[in-house]
């Protein structure tokens, strides 16, 4: 039996990177998948990659910092998929990755918070009325081990990334009594389209890859291979936990 035979899932940040792996990693259980990005184009490249493969899958644009278009969303998968079961609040902006604190724009604070956190709240306030209704089911949030421990020149995505690791736990523990588990995984070092459009040096990239003791950064099958398991039965049991998928860059 697949983990997820039958279950109609949610995947932010689908178009490329971790997204992308866990949509095709969920589809190949299973799951009817419903791949949201606002990359429309590329959402909608992956979803057709997943059908072509046998899956059940629809793409939708949406930017997670509109509630709007959240509520649309998940209204989206539960036209397509006749419901929700497990949603998995991947997407997010990097950068800038150079910035001391008092050299942020307000612009550039306000826009990483509004995606990195206020985005992934606006997430989980549409998606809980579907999977209540579903009778239950599994949220997963994307981190980093910026969620975990700070670094210079990155304030406003520390601090965006910390307070999603709150919203984890708080989130977690509302909805548990209500049959919904909320947990976080956090990457260190992935290699996507993310980090190679947040770091352009090469010298950069290989101290980042010398920083993770395990001597290199993850693959994105690695982290989704991860948020598979939260999201499944197998982890019926955690609640409200980080797991770091770090190579160890918070044990140094």
């Given at each position: 039996?697949?983990?997820?035979?039958?279950?109609?899932?949610?995947?932010?940040?689908?178009?490329?990177?971790?997204?992308?792996?866990?949509?095709?990693?969920?589809?190949?259980?299973?799951?009817?998948?419903?791949?949201?990005?606002?990359?429309?184009?590329?959402?909608?490249?992956?979803?057709?990659?997943?059908?072509?493969q046998g899956a059940t899958a629809?793409?939708?644009?949406?930017?997670?910092?509109?509630?709007?278009?959240?509520?649309?969303?998940?209204?989206?998968?539960?036209?397509?998929?006749?419901?929700?079961?497990?949603?998995?609040?991947?997407?997010?902006?990097?950068?800038?990755?150079?910035?001391?604190?008092?050299?942020?724009?307000?612009?550039?604070?306000?826009?990483?918070?509004?995606?990195?956190?206020?985005?992934?709240?606006?997430?989980?306030?549409?998606?809980?009325?579907?999977?209540?209704?579903?009778?239950?089911?599994?949220?997963?949030?994307?981190?980093?081990?910026?969620?975990?421990?700070?670094?210079?020149?990155?304030?406003?995505?520390?601090?965006?990334?910390?307070?999603?690791?709150?919203?984890?736990r708080a989130a977690a523990l509302?909805?548990?009594?209500?049959?919904?588990?909320?947990?976080?995984?956090?990457?260190?070092?992935?290699?996507?389209?993310?980090?190679?459009?947040?770091?352009?040096?090469?010298?950069?990239?290989?101290?980042?890859?010398?920083?993770?003791?395990?001597?290199?950064?993850?693959?994105?099958?690695?982290?989704?291979?991860?948020?598979?398991?939260?999201?499944?039965?197998?982890?019926?049991?955690?609640?409200?936990?980080?797991?770091?998928?770090?190579?160890?860059v918070v044990l140094s």
């Amino acid at each position: 039996m697949k983990r997820f035979e039958n279950r109609s899932i949610i995947v932010t940040g689908g178009a490329s990177g971790i997204g992308r792996a866990a949509a095709l990693g969920f589809a190949a259980e299973g799951a009817r998948v419903l791949v949201v990005d606002r990359n429309g184009t590329g959402a909608a490249q992956v979803a057709g990659q997943l059908r072509a493969q046998g899956a059940t899958a629809h793409h939708f644009e949406a930017d997670i910092s509109d509630y709007a278009q959240c509520e649309a969303m998940v209204s989206a998968a539960v036209s397509h998929h006749g419901g929700l079961h497990v949603a998995f609040n991947n997407a997010g902006i990097p950068g800038p990755f150079t910035k001391k604190i008092h050299e942020y724009t307000l612009e550039e604070w306000r826009g990483m918070l509004d995606v990195n956190l206020t985005g992934v709240f606006h997430s989980i306030k549409a998606e809980v009325p579907a999977l209540l209704a579903s009778g239950g089911g599994a949220i997963v949030n994307t981190g980093s081990i910026a969620s975990l421990v700070a670094a210079p020149h990155m304030a406003s995505y520390v601090s965006a990334k910390h307070g999603l690791l709150g919203l984890t736990r708080a989130a977690a523990l509302d909805l548990i009594p209500l049959g919904i588990r909320v947990n976080a995984v956090c990457p260190g070092g992935v290699r996507t389209p993310m980090l190679d459009n947040a770091i352009d040096n090469p010298e950069f990239l290989q101290a980042l890859e010398r920083s993770h003791p395990i001597g290199r950064i993850a693959e994105p099958a690695e982290v989704a291979r991860v948020v598979l398991f939260l999201a499944s039965d197998e982890a019926s049991f955690i609640v409200g936990d980080a797991v770091a998928v770090d190579g160890g860059v918070v044990l140094s």
